[in-house]
């Protein structure tokens, strides 16, 4: 029996500080996880994940397409780009979150 296709399109990407929520691959909300305050301005909000970057242990990186793996870091895109910390865990945000999400319309 063959994989089903993901089919979600909202991701929570949780960082030591930082929640980044993505709808496919764009940042539609950055909170802050000691406060749970939403960021109204960050260097993501409205960028596309460009990749997901992997520090080796010799100190440099490697950047692959697509979404993060825990471990892996975010790079969004962008004249200044913004390079997360590491991902420490993938959620699937609650419906009642994705419908409150600031300045976005998530029927689009």
């Known amino acids: 029996m063959g994989r089903r296709?993901?089919?979600?399109?909202?991701?929570?990407?949780?960082?030591?500080n930082t929640e980044y929520h993505v709808r496919r691959d764009r940042?539609?909300?950055?909170?802050?996880?000691r406060s749970g305050e939403w960021r109204t301005e960050h260097g993501?909000?409205?960028?596309?994940?460009?990749?997901?970057?992997?520090?080796?242990?010799?100190?440099?990186?490697?950047?692959?397409?697509?979404?993060?793996?825990?471990?892996?870091?975010?790079?969004?895109?962008?004249?200044?780009?913004?390079?997360?910390?590491?991902v420490i865990a993938i959620e699937r945000p609650a419906k009642a979150l994705v419908m409150r999400y600031p300045g976005t319309d998530p029927g689009a």
């Open 5 to 16: 296709q993901e089919r979600r399109i909202h991701h929570v990407f949780v960082t030591q």
């Open 27 to 33: 940042c539609v909300g950055v909170r802050d996880r």
């Open 44 to 86: 993501a909000l409205q960028r596309r994940v460009a990749a997901a970057v992997t520090l080796l242990a010799n100190g440099s990186l490697t950047a692959e397409g697509g979404l993060p793996t825990p471990g892996q870091r975010i790079i969004f895109d962008g004249e200044s780009s913004v390079l997360t910390g590491p």
